[in-house]
């Protein structure tokens, strides 16, 4: 069953992304994406992040998408023209491309490998952690300064999507 | 005890007074101040000369610490001595008299206040010179009295012509005292101190080529004050400046500084004899060179400036034989009858509305018989007429010169007789003969209207400062352009007061003041010379000669001077032109420092080698970034592919390397 | 926190709030600015008031750790020799916030504030006493008059002020990396442990390490003079900046050179510093020269100026490598003589580009007939600075000379011959732009001076008089620190004395009777 | 590789590699989304998509390492993504108002 989940959602997620990158419209990437972030909700609840997937499916999936997709609406944003002239990026980025890609998963492969006795195997419900109660200790003991800051950032980043807007009706 | 540093303070407390709030005082406060400082400082020198029995009893009084580091400690010390004393009657004597006259004088002037500040600063640091006790307070004087004069000569200083001598003069005495400052440092090498008592003192028991090079630095630093070969350049120009301070500054004080200072250093000089064979040979030389040039200039001013350059040569060549108290006294009668000389020029340029040319004068005697009269006695004086002052200070140095070296005492006589011949040639072309200036010598003086009368607020209106007279004339003008009446008329009685004073000094001071008994315990009688009388005779006889030719010249044969003229030629071109000397040194030290410095050093080294190096470095990497700039396209996909393959190869090598984990 | 601190702490703090106030307040960021200004000259004279003669060491020390790890301490203490420079700091900055008063016009706050930042920089530079702090001050000193030439400078500013940037931080890198490598050897940044270590050979420098170390600190110190080869960015930041700046730079920054010759090349690498004195001192002595005869062709005031600075640092240079009491003791007291003089000619130049917006000689002329005031004060300061006996500045240059003249006395004899062109050059200035007829620009806008400039000068006239007067007020303390340094370099000179040194050192311990000979050549 | 190893692996659950390989496989399309595309929102949604790929390691590890740390680095990434995405659509809203157009490569104001 792990293995099908697996196989399935990583699909779905790969031809997800796969679709954001190559659609022409700016709405078709932002569903293409939504697809992405919901089949690796499912993901994480396979590896035992429970509130992990719920707040995937909420905030990302559900508000941050919504702002891109209220912001694409906004703009009118159209089919993206062709015309481009970043040489570099024809030149330099798909063998780039190529190299990041095998490097990190000769990387990966190297650390954790594939398959044998060593390989360390993800079976739903081996690990338990991650629902909103472990979560939520850690994050009020441990973790109680960084998500202080968080709020801070947030607010940080209110403030400056408020004054960048303002400017809109001077 | 007397409190010697009120002697210099006096006139510095009217310097303050007058600079600060000069411009807010009328004249007669300004002029009652400056003149009573300085003659409270006379009737002080007199005090303190009377209580230690002038001099006989040498007061020595330290006040502050100056500079102490290291070994050097000099402090603010003023003594007095006899030679001091000397000095010091001179100094504030002839001081207060010229203040007086400049009273009258600078009646009519812009910058009234200004006058008597500077003049009395001048008197500050001409007694601090006199009185300090140390090299480096001389010093302080010795550069103090050249910023006064700079000041005073360029007085008028919407005159290009009269600040450029003002820079002149203080650029050429900074020449002169390089090499003071230089005999400053090996002084203190070589006594560790710089206070006279020290130095002096220990002086015989030192190697002669250190006190030599001593003695010829100091020489070079005297050459630039007392106007000397080859640093007189300066003196002739200084001219430009109102003419109390000529008869002041230029020819009765501060120019004898350095005979002073070559006296206070006997001790040094007389056991450097090859410095004192310069001295007197740079004395000598001087002396005829500016006699040359004085027969032949025109500009009264002028002509007694060459005098004064000859006359302190004269001085030189006393001190340079041995004789220096006679240097001395012949410095003190100098003062008399050549800053009589002077003001009594000034009162005659007074009574020809500021003409200076001595060919748009003559006839004056009808007009000015007082100034004529003094001036007499003056040129008596200066021509070495038996009974003057002047015969008795030239013959002692005369006498020594000869028991020196003969030779020597030739040339001085020649020199005495043209000395006799120039000043008397002056004399005769001013106050003999017709008036030669009349309303037309003067209209292109001044172009604007004058107030006539001595009204002090029809004053009012500027008299000359509005424009700028380049003159193209080889004589220039003192700016002294009041009272253009149609006639010469006398000065004022406060110009003609000190002139009496100063004629009766002429005549009598020679007899009223024997200056080498006075000074015989700090330098000895000159050795008796044989044929003294002989000796005497011939230079009496020398300037009895000058003074009948110049009659001979310029009253009864009046067209010999042009026929003599025309038959010297080139020389008289070259004698009238001072021996190109200003041009020689334009054209072989100013110029090439100016061009030299603008091409070679500013624009070649600086600009050129410096800057070019560092601007090269610039542009070496400048076109590396120019190479490089094109991967800053402001592109923001090529931004991120090159984060992508900068993150490739970073991960690369940190992968080769064995990675991070291990 | 004692009374060194708060010197350092009041500007810092000063910065801080002028940054705060709102741009609109700008009449009281100047008066505020001006307060915490004046606030530090006041408690700044606490330091002379309370410094003591006669003690071996630092006064007013104060040392904390600053970063644990490298250990770098916040370790400031003062002697003679940074006291008066200090003092020179604190009493120009309040003179140069005044002189902008009207000046400056655009982005006032932040003017005035990274005025105090450069005050506080360079207290510190002048107190630090661990070598990590120092560098950090030296450097912060830089940012505020990189930002004073490049934003409130004249027309070709930018050129300056990368000029300037570039050309110290080439050698304060170097510096940089010679206070590493002395740490990697001292594990120590502490100015003080490192000379302990140095002294007793627990650090042995070999003979070629010591000379490049000598030379890193020589060149970043030598920049900053400026040196004869290396001056060439002074007269482009002089004319470039404005007045404040020009006088800051000029009268205070110019000593972080000079003082870092004497505090820390001197005694860490005084063997190095003996050997390389003969080229250094030409070096010197070619200065003076080169920089009064350049000076003497300027068309441009300031960039005349500028180069008599050149002139002027040149014979605080020859002072120090003189190697002798008394001409280390005029360096120091001529570098705070420069300062006070060259201030003065940059504030007194600043007032006559704010009447007739020129530095060009040319455009002036005849200013002495509407202007006395104005050309009186200049008048004195010209006097001061090309020496004048009673003006400070000949006390300075008759120390240097004297000094020179027992090390060596054809140096004195070259050095000398900048005193005559320095009257040149300041007298035909003055000539050209004071005296001679009134030129019509001139009448029309040269007035003489406000009462603001008025207290801007008078100060600075008092002190030339004061210093020039009666200096015992400030040397016998510069004597005393002097004397520590250079007894260090004797001994140093002992160890391992080569012939050349002997000669030196056999001068600098003058002997009245005997040493004349030596020299009369 | 040994099928019959393969089965037998797979039979107890999937190998964390391969979650590990997918989070690099999105990670790469991402970036490759980034360079490739012109409009600045599709670029935008691009770093999401990295972002969510990191996001997918974390889990990853923490369940490999059996701790709760990585689920609270991916709550913090997701927090910050929120502000991000909040600050740039804003400054894109910006962009778009003073320069009319989506097109990177036409906003090429960084230059010098």
Redesign the interface.
């Known amino acids: 069953m792990?293995?099908f989940f697996?196989l399935l959602f990583?699909f779905i997620?790969?031809a997800c992304?796969?679709s954001?990158?190559l659609q022409k419209h700016?709405i078709s990437?932002?569903l293409s994406?939504v697809g992405?972030?919901a089949s690796?909700a499912v993901?994480?609840l396979?590896?035992?992040?429970e509130?992990?997937a719920m707040?995937?499916v909420i905030?990302?999936a559900g508000?941050?998408m919504v702002?891109?997709v209220f912001?694409?609406m906004?703009?009118n944003?159209g089919e993206?023209?062709?015309?481009?002239?970043?040489w570099i990026?024809k030149i330099a980025?798909?063998p780039a491309?190529a190299a990041?890609?095998g490097i990190?998963?000769y990387a990966?492969?190297t650390f954790?490998?594939?398959?044998?006795p060593k390989?360390?195997?993800?079976?739903?419900g081996?690990?338990t952690?991650?629902g909103a109660k472990?979560?939520g200790t850690?994050?009020f003991t441990e973790?109680l300064l960084?998500f202080e800051v968080?709020s801070i950032?947030?607010l940080?980043?209110?403030l400056?999507?408020i004054v960048?807007?303002r400017?809109?009706i001077d | 005890m007397q409190n010697l540093w009120l002697i210099p303070a006096l006139p510095f407390i009217g310097f303050l007074i007058n600079g600060i709030l000069g411009r807010k005082l009328s004249k007669a406060v300004v002029s009652a101040i400056a003149v009573l400082s300085v003659v409270l400082s006379f009737g002080l020198v007199v005090s303190v000369g009377l209580s230690s029995g002038w001099g006989e009893h040498p007061i020595h009084q330290h006040y502050f610490t100056w500079i102490r580091s290291g070994g050097v400690d000099i402090g603010w010390d003023f003594m007095v001595d006899k030679l001091t004393m000397i000095m010091l009657m001179v100094v504030t004597g002839i001081g207060s008299l010229i203040h007086i006259y400049a009273t009258g004088y600078m009646a009519h002037e812009e910058g009234y206040y200004r006058f008597f500040a500077y003049l009395n600063l001048f008197m500050f640091f001409m007694l601090n010179l006199v009185l300090g006790a140390n090299y480096l307070l001389l010093f302080v004087g010795w550069e103090g009295v050249g910023l006064c004069s700079y000041l005073l000569i360029g007085f008028y200083f919407v005159k290009k012509s009269a600040t450029t001598a003002g820079n002149k003069a203080f650029i050429v005495n900074r020449i002169g005292d390089f090499g003071f400052s230089l005999a400053m440092f090996l002084i203190f090498i070589t006594f560790g101190s710089l206070d006279f008592g020290k130095v002096l003192s220990a002086a015989p028991g030192k190697p002669v080529e250190v006190l030599t090079a001593i003695a010829l630095l100091m020489l070079l630093g005297a050459t630039g004050k007392s106007a000397q070969i080859p640093l007189y350049v300066w003196l002739p120009d200084a001219m430009e400046g109102p003419t109390p301070v000529s008869a002041l500054i230029h020819a009765a004080t501060m120019v004898t500084a350095g005979v002073y200072m070559c006296s206070r250093s006997a001790a040094i000089f007389l056991k450097a004899p090859i410095a004192m064979e310069t001295v007197a040979i740079v004395g000598l030389a001087t002396a005829v060179f500016a006699a040359t040039i004085g027969l032949t200039q025109y500009d009264i001013k002028k002509v007694f400036a060459y005098s004064t350059v000859s006359q302190l040569g004269y001085m030189f060549l006393g001190v340079g034989v041995g004789a220096f108290s006679a240097g001395i006294w012949h410095l003190m009668t100098h003062a008399f009858f050549k800053a009589l000389l002077f003001m009594g020029a000034g009162s005659v340029i007074h009574a020809c509305g500021g003409e200076q040319d001595m060919r748009k004068m003559g006839g004056l005697k009808k007009y000015t018989p007082w100034t004529c009269g003094v001036l007499a006695c003056a040129s008596l004086a200066i021509a070495g007429v038996p009974g003057t002052s002047g015969f008795f200070s030239k013959d002692a140095i005369l006498t020594a010169a000869y028991g020196h070296a003969p030779w020597m005492f030739w040339v001085g006589v020649v020199t005495a007789g043209m000395t006799a011949f120039y000043v008397w040639r002056a004399f005769w072309m001013t106050f003999w003969g017709e008036y030669r200036g009349g309303d037309a010598g003067h209209s292109h003086d001044h172009g604007h209207a004058h107030t006539h009368g001595h009204d002090d607020h029809a004053h009012a209106h500027n008299h000359s400062h509005d424009h700028d007279h380049d003159h193209g004339h080889s004589h220039s003008h003192d700016d002294h352009g009041h009272d253009h009446h149609g006639t010469p008329h006398e000065s004022p009685w406060s110009m003609l007061a000190p002139l009496v004073v100063l004629a009766f000094l002429s005549l009598a001071g020679g007899f009223l003041f024997n200056v080498p008994k006075f000074l015989e315990s700090m330098f000895p009688l000159h050795e008796e010379v044989p044929n003294e009388e002989m000796l005497m005779g011939v230079s009496i006889f020398a300037g009895l000669i000058g003074i009948a030719l110049s009659y001979f010249m310029y009253v009864a044969n009046k067209e010999l001077p042009g026929k003599i003229r025309k038959a010297l030629g080139g020389i008289y071109t070259l004698v009238y032109n001072k021996y190109f000397v200003d041009e020689f040194y334009d054209a072989t030290v100013v110029r090439p420092i100016i061009e030299g410095s603008t091409e070679v050093l500013w624009h070649g080294l600086d600009q050129g080698v410096i800057d070019g190096a560092v601007n090269g470095a610039g542009t070496g990497s400048r076109s590396i970034g120019g190479v490089l700039?094109h991967l800053?396209?402001?592109?923001?996909?090529s931004?991120?592919?090159w984060v992508?393959v900068g993150a490739v190869i970073l991960l690369i090598t940190v992968g080769m390397n064995g990675g991070l984990i291990r | 926190m004692n009374l060194l601190d708060l010197v350092i702490a009041i500007p810092a703090i000063g910065f801080l709030v002028a940054l705060i106030i709102p741009r609109v307040m700008e009449k009281i960021t100047r008066l505020l600015v001006m307060g915490f200004a004046l606030l530090t000259f006041v408690v700044s004279l606490g330091l002379v008031s309370g410094f003591q003669s006669g003690v071996n060491g630092l006064q007013f020390e104060s040392n904390k750790i600053w970063i644990a790890n490298p250990e770098i301490h916040y370790h400031v203490g003062i002697d003679g020799l940074s006291l008066w420079l200090i003092i020179l700091s604190t009493f120009l900055t309040p003179i140069a916030i005044l002189l902008s008063w009207k000046y400056v016009q655009h982005r006032i706050k932040e003017f005035y504030a990274f005025l105090l930042l450069l005050e506080c920089g360079l207290v510190g530079v002048f107190a630090a006493y661990d070598l990590f702090l120092f560098y950090t001050f030296w450097e912060v000193v830089l940012v505020p008059m990189y930002f004073l030439i490049g934003i409130w400078g004249h027309d070709r500013r930018i050129y300056a002020t990368v000029k300037f940037f570039l050309y110290t931080m080439v050698g304060s890198v170097l510096m940089l990396a010679a206070i590493i490598f002395l740490y990697t050897q001292a594990h120590t940044f502490d100015y003080a442990e490192i000379l302990a270590q140095l002294g007793s050979g627990k650090i042995a420098l070999d003979h070629g390490t010591e000379t490049l170390l000598f030379l890193a600190f020589f060149l970043a110190f030598a920049i900053k003079v400026p040196l004869f080869p290396l001056h060439t960015w002074l007269p482009d930041a002089h004319v470039e900046a404005p007045t404040a700046g020009s006088v800051m730079l000029a009268s205070v920054m110019l000593k972080m050179g000079t003082y870092g010759l004497v505090r820390f090349c001197l005694p860490m690498f005084p063997i190095a510093a003996k050997e390389n004195a003969p080229w250094i001192v030409i070096l010197a002595i070619t200065g003076i020269i080169v920089g009064a005869l350049v000076a003497l062709v300027q068309p441009n005031m300031k960039k005349l100026v500028a180069y008599s600075s050149v002139s002027h640092l040149g014979f605080v240079v020859l002072g120090i490598f003189s190697f002798t009491q008394v001409g280390l003791d005029g360096a120091v007291y001529q570098m705070l003589n420069h300062g006070i003089s060259t201030g003065a000619l940059f504030l007194l130049v600043g007032f006559l580009y704010e009447r007739q917006h020129s530095l060009a000689i040319k455009d002036f002329g005849g200013v002495a007939t509407v202007a006395p005031w104005l050309s009186i004060l200049f008048l004195i300061t010209t006097l001061a600075s090309i020496g004048l006996p009673t003006l400070n500045n000949f006390v300075g240059e008759f120390l240097v000379l004297q000094g020179a003249a027992q090390a060596n006395f054809s140096w004195a004899v070259f050095a000398a011959f900048g005193v005559i062109l320095s009257a040149c050059y300041m007298l035909w200035m003055y000539q050209r732009v004071f005296f001679g007829a009134l030129a019509h620009s001139v009448k029309h806008h040269v007035t003489d001076l406000s009462p603001r400039e008025w207290a801007c000068a008078v100060p600075l006239i008092v002190m030339m008089v004061w210093m020039g007067m009666y200096s015992q007020s400030f040397i016998p303390a510069i004597s005393e620190a002097n004397a520590r340094i250079l007894d260090r370099t004797a001994k140093a000179g002992l160890i391992k004395m080569t012939p050349h040194v002997a000669v030196n050192a056999g001068t600098s311990n003058f002997a009245p009777a005997g040493g004349g000979n030596a020299h009369a050549r | 590789?040994d099928p019959q190893?393969?089965m037998q692996?797979?039979g107890?659950?999937?190998?964390?590699?391969?979650?590990?390989?997918?989070?690099?496989?999105?990670?790469?399309?991402?970036?490759?989304?980034?360079?490739?595309?012109?409009?600045i929102?599709?670029?935008?949604?691009?770093i999401?998509?990295m972002l969510?790929a990191v996001?997918?390691s974390f889990?990853?590890f923490?369940?490999?390492h059996?701790?709760?740390?990585g689920?609270?680095f991916?709550?913090?990434v997701?927090?910050?993504?929120?502000?991000?995405?909040?600050?740039g659509?804003?400054?894109?809203?910006?962009v778009?108002?003073n320069r009319s157009t989506?097109?990177?490569?036409e906003?090429?104001?960084?230059?010098?």
Request: with cysteine; aromatic share 10%; charged share 10%.
């Open positions: 792990d293995l697996f990583a997620a790969v992304a796969v954001v990158v700016p990437c932002a994406l992405t972030m690796l993901l994480y396979l590896l035992g992040a509130f992990i707040v995937q905030v990302y508000a941050i702002l891109f912001v694409i906004l703009l944003a993206e023209s062709s015309k481009g002239r970043s990026a980025g798909l491309l990041l890609l990190l998963g990966m492969l954790y490998p594939m398959v044998g390989a360390s195997l993800v079976h739903f081996d690990f952690g991650g472990e979560i850690a994050l973790y960084p968080t950032l947030i940080i980043a209110i400056g999507a960048l807007a400017k809109e | 700039k800053q396209s402001g592109n923001i996909r931004y991120a592919t992508v | 590789m190893v393969l692996t797979l107890k659950g999937v190998p964390t590699s391969w979650y590990l390989a997918l989070s690099a496989v999105l990670f790469t399309i991402g970036v490759a989304g980034f360079i490739l595309r012109r409009n929102i599709t670029v935008f949604m691009c999401e998509l969510n996001n997918l889990i990853a923490a369940h490999e059996r701790q709760v740390s689920h609270l991916t709550f913090f997701m927090v910050v993504a929120a502000a991000e995405a909040a600050v659509l804003a400054i894109i809203l910006t778009f108002k989506l097109n990177i490569d906003i090429d104001s960084l230059k010098n």
